[in-house]
């Protein structure tokens, strides 16, 4: 555990001396002793920082490389900060950018010791897990710290529905030739929809079976399935299955976190859909409705781009496009360890 000096308040008074210390467990557990509430409201926002995003991405890419940690001051969580690599060169989380999550109503220069100390025990981490390259949230307040360093900067586009808006005007947003299709969907197809309440394994392993089938293989373990299956019946996602004809052809699983639901695995029937049957459309617009009697506030189709790595992921990103009008852009910035330590050696 490492400690730094007092943190002033917003009256510049010293109150308090922080602590850093690495999660060994898992947040739940390792920051139980400590007023934690907010901080972990923050992380449940985003599916991507729930404690299930964790736990399913450990059994998705079999690592176990848990390098989180967090400041304290012997009392309440004042920053947190996500790193589990998935690469033996980038310090990542699963492959997404390192984020720091900061508490509220703490002072600028409380701000900014926080930040240095993390900054510190981030890089000593890099160096002791040979990490060459940090891949960095640049919207997060790290950025500040990091932008000279950065040797890259990279973009991605998510399309999002803001779903505080009517059915009708969400509509509006959907691609007109789509709307059609949606009808069709509606009066053709019979649904099923798997939750906390509704539904059953037998169902969810049609769905995986289903998945299978149309990828001709199997992408994932049969692990990362029921970790999302335990997921849902816990309360915090949907799978919507449309059959034609009493034969399971389209599914839809949503996940997510206290705010925002996230468009996590889609599936048809290639067969039917090379025939113009429009088996897919419906599932996705229900998945938009059932989040928003969930009083959810943002439904994330996932990422449109702007790089892909096959014709297939940029024909999935115009489809997903067509449901929404919106988009929101993060950026995330690539770092040398070699940089961070000149750009430092130049602010001292």
Request: include cysteine; charged fraction near 25%; charge should be neutral.
């Amino acid at each position: 555990m490492r400690s730094a000096g007092g943190i002033l308040n917003s009256a510049g008074v010293n109150i308090t001396t922080l602590h850093i210390r690495n999660i060994e467990k898992n947040f739940r557990e390792d920051l139980g002793s400590y007023d934690a509430a907010k901080i972990l409201q923050d992380l449940k926002r985003e599916y991507f920082y729930s404690d299930f995003f964790c736990e399913y991405s450990k059994k998705y890419f079999n690592s176990d490389k848990q390098l989180s940690f967090y400041v304290h001051n012997n009392k309440s969580i004042l920053a947190v900060v996500l790193i589990h690599p998935i690469d033996q060169n980038k310090c990542t989380y699963f492959g997404l950018p390192v984020r720091l999550f900061l508490a509220e109503n703490i002072s600028i220069e409380a701000q900014k010791n926080i930040r240095g100390l993390c900054k510190t025990h981030l890089e000593e981490i890099m160096q002791k897990n040979n990490l060459k390259e940090l891949v960095l949230d640049l919207d997060s307040s790290l950025g500040t710290d990091y932008y000279q360093a950065g040797n890259a900067i990279d973009y991605n586009i998510d399309a999002i529905i803001d779903l505080k808006q009517t059915p009708e005007e969400i509509k509006l947003g959907v691609r007109k030739s789509y709307k059609s299709l949606i009808n069709w969907g509606q009066k053709n197809l019979s649904v099923d929809i798997i939750d906390e309440k509704s539904g059953n394994k037998e169902q969810f392993d049609h769905f995986r079976e289903l998945h299978i089938t149309v990828a001709g293989r199997e992408t994932r373990s049969k692990e990362s399935w029921d970790c999302q299956f335990d997921w849902i019946k816990s309360g915090h996602g949907f799978v919507v299955l449309a059959k034609l004809q009493g034969e399971l052809v389209s599914g839809v699983m949503n996940l997510y976190g206290t705010d925002e639901v996230y468009y996590g695995v889609g599936v048809n029937r290639r067969d039917l859909m090379a025939k113009k049957i429009a088996i897919g459309h419906y599932p996705i617009w229900l998945s938009i409705l059932e989040a928003q009697k969930r009083n959810l506030k943002i439904y994330n189709l996932g990422s449109i781009g702007p790089n892909f790595h096959s014709d297939k992921e940029r024909d999935i990103a115009l489809f997903k496009k067509g449901f929404s009008s919106q988009i929101r852009i993060s950026h995330s910035l690539k770092v040398e360890l070699a940089k961070t330590e000149n750009a430092s050696e130049q602010e001292a």
